[in-house]
């Protein structure tokens, strides 16, 4: 594993970013290097301290040792995929991750969804494109973290990794808000509805079936889940 670059590209820092306050943490994961490059230079002068792999081993072990707080991932790549990555992060990480994949098939945009990334995407790289995005992610987090309930009304306080910009790894509060971030993603695809409103539908199932909405939204991700696996079953 490159460990001793992946360090030294967190918190790069160059004499047109020296000035600009750190958004957050970024992971980002490409097998082209030149594209990882050029991904790592534009989202660090935009603010961001960067953490890159170009492999999903390498990734995940990363995301586990420096618990940064959005993956952006490529999905075509040798070995683990993107979406195994993603899987991992959402799984035992409680991490949100958008895409960055050249794919825009029925069977690609499905498996998007069905993860519930927070965005997705399309090739050829277009910093200028991709930085605004990370940035509306990154916003759209902030606001689900502030919107969800304290913890211990949801459930009881679980020491888990940091999935929210913003917010200390310990908080109890980071898994319950990255939940509802996927969940809402998830309705975001299913329907076609911009996040804000997928999170007002969020609420509403919430409080029709008189549940947290943390608590609704595992629902929904255990449900995406469970089809997802019925569909791969022969």
Do not use: W
Request: charged share 25%; hydrophobic share 50%; with cysteine.
């Amino acid at each position: 594993m490159r460990e001793n670059h992946a360090r030294s590209v967190a918190g790069r820092s160059n004499p047109e970013s020296v000035a600009v306050s750190r958004k957050g943490t970024v992971l980002v994961v490409d097998d082209n290097r030149l594209v990882l490059a050029t991904l790592a230079d534009g989202l660090s002068r935009a603010g961001y301290d960067v953490i890159d792999a170009d492999n999903g081993d390498d990734a995940i072990l990363l995301a586990r040792q420096h618990r940064p707080d959005l993956a952006l991932l490529d999905i075509r790549m040798e070995g683990k995929s993107g979406f195994d990555v993603a899987a991992y992060l959402r799984t035992y990480c409680q991490m949100p991750f958008m895409f960055l994949s050249a794919f825009s098939d029925e069977e690609t945009v499905a498996k998007v969804k069905a993860l519930g990334a927070v965005d997705y995407l399309v090739k050829p790289i277009d910093v200028g494109r991709i930085v605004p995005a990370v940035d509306a992610a990154f916003a759209n987090l902030g606001a689900l973290r502030r919107d969800a309930p304290p913890a211990a009304a949801d459930a009881p306080a679980v020491a888990r990794p940091a999935g929210v910009p913003g917010t200390p790894a310990a908080a109890p509060a980071e898994p319950l808000a990255s939940v509802v971030a996927m969940a809402a993603g998830v309705l975001m695809h299913r329907y076609s509805i911009a996040r804000a409103e997928a999170l007002l539908r969020l609420r509403a199932l919430a409080q029709a079936e008189q549940r947290p909405l943390a608590e609704q939204a595992e629902r929904i991700v255990a449900a995406v889940e469970e089809l997802a696996a019925t569909a791969r079953s022969p």
